[in-house]
């Protein structure tokens, strides 16, 4: 019969070489490490931003480079093994190719998926042939991978793949909401980067008030390389009365600028399950999405009942589709309870429990 005090004792190692990006993904790690602390699994994450982060936390190089990561995934393999760690959670894609170093080691390995591993596509978005089977091959050294996103048991397998979502605190649903506060019909929250595809988004709101008789609007929050772009079509398209750009907000705040919308957008090119979808569903946001959006558009479309609208951008020449998004806005109300219902079955509880039972 196992120990059970010695399993408990096993430390764990989140091991994430992200830098200078703060996003979904990070958010869930920092809490992921949180609740498995609160639960009796002493857990750290590995990073070279160690400030960022409000839970435990081990310092590292940054490690940018490919043959950084390699040598430093050596080093900290070696390091740990001493210490007691028993157990390294590799965060996301850019990890998982490291997965036999820590397995020669010793480690309980585990990976954890925000994204979907696909090839490259039109867009310039997904992996290169060569990346893509080596991270298939590389994924037969993790005891098991947790998938934030449903498209990678597709790729790696359901055997080797456990679905369990992104979640969304218990804090978003209690913050009171305040009367009459929906200014904008539309709010984006995202990191001004490429692969959010926010001029997709412009496009459509530019052909929708030229199709209409009143003028919709929008708030988008966020920062990032595309800030720049982003303000120049804004101003290009004559949208500068339409929208209004602000810079990221103290995570607190979230909540009253989720009310403050009537419905919640993702253009992205792709997702896994984005964080921000639960959250506007907790506050009783409907969502429109790209079909490109990862498990965002089934979320909308198929989980349970239906939230929100998808698109892609061949809707943006259909008239119906602005007609049917009109009325989709102007029925905002009627989604309320169903987005808050299925908002809360991604609670911390329900996605956090599987991987305490893996550490366990």
């Known amino acids: 019969m196992k120990d059970l005090s010695k399993v408990i004792k096993a430390k764990t190692l989140i091991y994430s070489t992200t830098h200078d990006i703060w996003g979904g993904g990070l958010i869930y790690i920092e809490q992921l490490c949180k609740y498995m602390n609160l639960k009796g699994v002493e857990m750290y994450i590995f990073s070279s931003q160690p400030e960022s982060f409000t839970c435990p936390t081990k310092k590292m190089d940054s490690v940018q480079s490919k043959k950084k990561r390699f040598f430093s995934a050596i080093a900290v393999a070696r390091k740990y093994k001493k210490e007691n760690f028993k157990n390294i959670i590799l965060n996301d894609l850019s990890t998982l190719w490291l997965a036999p170093i820590f397995k020669i080691y010793g480690y309980n390995v585990i990976s954890l998926l925000h994204l979907n591993l696909q090839k490259r596509n039109e867009n310039n978005f997904g992996h290169s042939i060569f990346q893509y089977y080596l991270l298939k091959f590389t994924s037969k050294f993790c005891n098991i991978i947790f998938s934030v996103g449903k498209r990678n048991q597709d790729v790696f397998g359901k055997d080797k793949v456990k679905f369990i979502g992104n979640y969304v605190p218990d804090w978003f649903f209690d913050t009171p909401k305040k009367k009459d506060t929906k200014k904008y019909d539309f709010v984006i929250i995202a990191r001004l980067s490429r692969e959010k595809n926010i001029p997709l988004f412009l496009d459509l709101l530019k052909n929708m008030n030229n199709n209409s008789a009143r003028k919709y609007n929008a708030l988008i929050v966020g920062r990032g390389p595309e800030k720049k772009n982003i303000e120049d079509i804004i101003l290009k398209k004559g949208l500068s009365d339409n929208v209004i ?48 959006s990862g498990f965002c558009r089934e979320f909308v479309e198929k989980f349970n009942d239906e939230t929100g609208i998808t698109f892609e951008s061949e809707d943006l020449n259909d008239q119906k589709f602005y007609y049917n998004l009109a009325k989709f806005i102007d029925d905002y109300k009627y989604y309320e309870q169903k987005c808050i219902t299925k908002a809360k079955i991604f609670s911390e509880k329900n996605v956090f429990e599987p991987i305490l039972k893996t550490l366990k």
């Open 245 to 292: 750009l602000l810079d990221w907000i103290k995570r607190e705040e979230l909540p009253e600028v989720y009310d403050s919308g009537k419905c919640f957008v993702i253009s992205s090119y792709h997702e896994g399950f984005a964080t921000t979808i639960l959250e506007s569903h907790a506050r009783g946001m409907p969502a429109i999405v790209t079909k490109s």
